[in-house]
């Protein structure tokens, strides 16, 4: 089945590390997208990659970093600089070029920094 | 930029009572327009869309929305609901830019279904 995978579902960290979020999608979509959720705020958007080798920041990318070696794969990495890292992460995908404007999601990765 | 504004924070509605929610958007362009439902510590599924054409579209789990250009308003409605609807429901307008595509999102609209 096609979709969008995330690892892990819960992630715990100690203050002070870096963490990598895994998004991996098989719906050979050209666009991936990641998302932070607090309660009460929606969704924001902190990184986006239309192509492959591409990426750019979203409305929160402070203390995070992204690469996009491979159309399937866009992980997320959660840096030391991060004030409040703990929230759920959510990663999507769509296929803008192809005129299909809607996101698709993944389960998401709960992360708790203490 | 675009944006989109969700007015009710939570609606509590009896099985079997209609359902509506409200979403307004600010975007200068014709936007794309969805509507996502999200379970407690799940990702977001896509219930319905809107590009052009027909104002009033239907989508799954018998939901439907209606585009009203004049009210910058794309409200969604369900008819029946049923204990299985109460989760968040997030609205979000498309903005196509220069080959760069993103979404915006509301911050939410918690329905909880009492028997």
């Known amino acids: 089945d096609g979709g969008i995978t995330q690892s892990p579902k819960y992630l715990f960290r100690k203050e002070g590390q870096n963490v990598t979020l895994s998004c991996e999608q098989n719906l050979n979509h050209d666009a991936m997208y990641w998302y932070r959720q607090d309660p009460g705020q929606g969704l924001r958007l902190i990184y986006y990659?239309?192509?492959?080798?591409?990426?750019q920041k979203g409305d929160i990318a402070e203390g995070y970093s992204v690469s996009r070696e491979k159309k399937e794969s866009f992980p997320l990495t959660v840096t030391s600089a991060q004030k409040n890292p703990t929230a759920f992460y959510l990663c999507a995908s769509s296929t803008p070029r192809e005129g299909s404007y809607e996101q698709y999601f993944g389960p998401g990765t709960r992360l708790t920094v203490t | 930029a675009q944006s989109v504004t969700q007015p009710d924070i939570h609606i509590t509605v009896s099985e079997g009572a209609s359902l509506e929610l409200r979403c307004n958007y600010s975007y200068g362009a014709t936007p794309y327009l969805f509507w996502y439902v999200q379970s407690p510590g799940q990702g977001l599924q896509l219930l319905l869309k809107?590009?052009?054409?027909?104002?009033l579209v239907q989508g799954i789990k018998g939901f439907e929305a209606e585009f009203k250009r004049s009210q910058s308003s794309f409200n969604l409605r369900k008819p029946s609901v049923h204990w299985s609807d109460a989760a968040e429901y997030f609205c979000a307008v498309g903005a196509l830019s220069s080959n760069d595509y993103k979404l915006s999102f509301g911050a939410g609209t918690t329905v909880t279904v009492r028997a």
């Open positions: 809107y590009f052009s054409g027909d104002t």
């Open positions: 990659s239309q192509i492959v080798n591409d990426f």
